[in-house]
């Protein structure tokens, strides 16, 4: 089927599509933003959308790349899930995360890769957009329980002014955020200080690879025991959320298997009942909830696993910092015949 008429427009600049944006909303007509259009064109197709204007922002400079370091990472609204598969995560202190001896966002942040590499196709992933995937709303999309695991915040501009919003605010219900009429995401930031031990599990449509579930897993460990754990579901409910019940159940148990039984059985409660499930010809609602069961489970016992790998690293890195300090103090020691004291730097936990 082919989209109802509409207008087109290029920005060349995001103030000039904020003016765009202004302008048809000034005109009474619906306009809608278009980068990657992997999921705004099937629509269009569809007669699900039909909006009066295209705002064609796919060339913004402003809206690419992003300081992809630090504590809070930045990702530019027009990264295409291509070029954030292939961007190089350093943690707090700029040092690069390491797989196999090569700085790679599979090391950094797991579970963001496990989620790139089931997201749709080839196609959609060199066209789709990290903001394409916040802004459309979509209640069976991957990258947002993932993003809501990492406690990501939206940043928005406007003419009025910029503004953050945490994304487990942002997101609404189907097809529906807090996203204004005169408002583009410029920028997705995530505030999870370290994501080792994260992992993303879903079960996909066959034909459009959505997840029918999806769960996404974060687990930290301190002195033995779960210090935090977040978990995020999408694809069974009209919108992706953070299972915070489940993850209260771990908050301070033990890792054993089952702790991890215990807070998967309860990834579909929020507020003492169940959420409200999404049913339709392809699964129905409680089969989607057994699914997410399931996969939550399997989601955190792969972040437990990563989490336990990442907390082994860090003790040899301390390790081997305290064998180098006690050389060069012994070495000084040798070389003067008096006491020398080495100072020496330790990683601040996350």
Same mark, same amino acid.
């Given at each position: ?301 792969? /972040? ?5 790998? +990442? !907390?082994? $690293?860090?003790?040899?890195? #301390? *390790? &081997? =910092? @305290? %064998?180098?300090?006690?050389? /060069? ?5 040798? +070389? !003067?015949? $008096?006491?020398?004291?080495? #100072? *020496? &730097? =330790? @990683? %601040?936990?996350?």
């Amino acid at each position: 089927m082919f989209p109802a008429d509409f207008a087109y427009a290029r920005a060349r600049s995001l103030d000039e599509a904020l003016d765009l944006l202004g302008e048809a909303a000034q005109a009474g007509e619906e306009a809608k933003l278009i980068a990657g259009g992997q999921s705004l064109l099937p629509m269009m197709k569809l007669r699900l959308a039909a909006p009066q204007v295209l705002i064609d922002i796919a060339g913004l400079a402003e809206l690419q790349g992003g300081p992809w370091h630090g504590q809070t990472p930045a990702i530019g609204a027009l990264t295409t899930y291509r070029q954030l598969g292939r961007q190089r995560h350093a943690g707090p202190d700029g040092t690069p995360a390491l797989v196999n001896g090569i700085p790679g966002l599979d090391a950094g942040i797991p579970a963001l890769a496990d989620a790139l590499a089931v997201l749709g196709d080839p196609q959609v992933r060199a066209r789709g957009t990290i903001g394409g995937a916040v802004a459309h709303g979509d209640p069976a999309a991957d990258l947002p329980a993932v993003l809501l695991a990492l406690n990501a915040e939206v940043v928005i501009a406007a003419r009025a002014g910029t503004r953050e919003v945490i994304l487990d605010d942002f997101l609404q219900g189907v097809y529906a955020t807090d996203l204004a009429e005169d408002e583009i995401v410029t920028h997705v930031r995530i505030h999870a200080t370290d994501a080792r031990g994260s992992a993303y599990e879903k079960f996909p449509h066959p034909a459009s690879h959505l997840p029918l579930a999806g769960v996404c897993a974060l687990v930290r460990l301190r002195d033995g025991v779960i210090e935090r754990a977040a978990i995020a579901v999408t694809g069974i409910s009209p919108r992706p959320y953070r299972a915070r019940e489940a993850e209260r159940v771990l908050a301070g148990a033990p890792p054993a298997p089952e702790a991890l039984a215990a807070a998967a059985a309860r990834v579909t409660q929020l507020d003492g009942r169940e959420v409200s499930l999404l049913g339709d010809q392809h699964a129905s609602g409680p089969y989607r909830a057994h699914l997410a069961n399931v996969l939550a489970g399997r989601a955190l016992a792969r /972040a437990l696993d990563r989490a336990r790998a +990442a !907390t082994a $690293e860090r003790a040899a890195g #301390e *390790r &081997a =910092t @305290e %064998e180098r300090a006690t050389g /060069a103090r012994a070495a000084g020691e040798r +070389a !003067t015949g $008096e006491p020398v004291t080495v #100072e *020496r &730097a =330790t @990683e %601040e936990q996350p």
